[in-house]
C-alpha cells in the first residue's frame, strides 16, 4: 500500500490507499457505549483501553486518526481499508478489546456473560470535513464539560 495523490475535479489533492486493482479513502467517524453507558471508562483503564484499540486497529491495518475516551463513551475517527465492512472491524474492536479489557485489566478469568462494550455503534463517514470531525474528537472532553454550564 502506497500513499498517492488523487486530483479531484477542483484543485485539492485527496490521499488515497491502493493496491493492484483498487483505490480507497474509507473514512469513519464511530462511537460506541460501555455497558449501561456506565462511567467506567477513567484513569488507567481509559489509556489502557485506548492501547488495545490501537493494538486491534493495527492488527486489521486500520489507521486510528483521532481518537479519545470519556468516561462513558469512546470517538474514533479511523481510516478502514476497503476490504473490510464496518460492521465487520467494530464487531472485532468491541469483541477483543472486551476480552482483552477482562482478562487484563479486570483480572476476570470466566468470559461467558461477561459484557463490556453496549451493542451497537454509532457511524459516519468523513468526507473533505475530516478536519472539523478530528477537532470535534479532540475536544470532546471540553464540550462535555461546557454541556453543564448553560448559564454562567
Known amino acids: 500500500m502506497h500513499d498517492k495523490a488523487l486530483a479531484s475535479g477542483d484543485t485539492r489533492m485527496e490521499q488515497f490507499e491502493s493496491l493492484s486493482h483498487v483505490r480507497w479513502v474509507c473514512k469513519y467517524h464511530v462511537v460506541f ?3 449501561y453507558r456506565r462511567k467506567v471508562i477513567f484513569g488507567k483503564l481509559r489509556a489502557a483501553i485506548g492501547r488495545i484499540l490501537r493494538d486491534l486497529c493495527e492488527q486489521k491495518g486500520v489507521e486510528v486518526l483521532e481518537g479519545h475516551a470519556m468516561s462513558d463513551h469512546v470517538h474514533l475517527c479511523l481510516k478502514i481499508p476497503s ?49 472539523t470531525v478530528r477537532r470535534y474528537i479532540r475536544e470532546q472532553e471540553n464540550w462535555d464539560r461546557g454541556q453543564g454550564q448553560l448559564f454562567e
Do not use: C, Q
Not at 485489566?105 to 473533505?128: C, D, I, K, Q
Open 33 to 35: 457505549i460501555p455497558k
Open 83 to 131: 476490504k473490510y465492512a464496518v460492521s465487520y472491524i467494530m464487531g472485532f474492536l468491541k469483541g477483543k478489546s472486551a476480552v482483552r479489557v477482562h482478562r487484563e485489566l479486570l483480572n476476570e478469568r470466566r468470559m461467558t456473560g461477561l459484557h463490556f462494550w453496549a451493542p451497537g455503534y454509532w457511524v459516519s463517514t468523513v468526507g473533505r470535513d475530516e478536519a
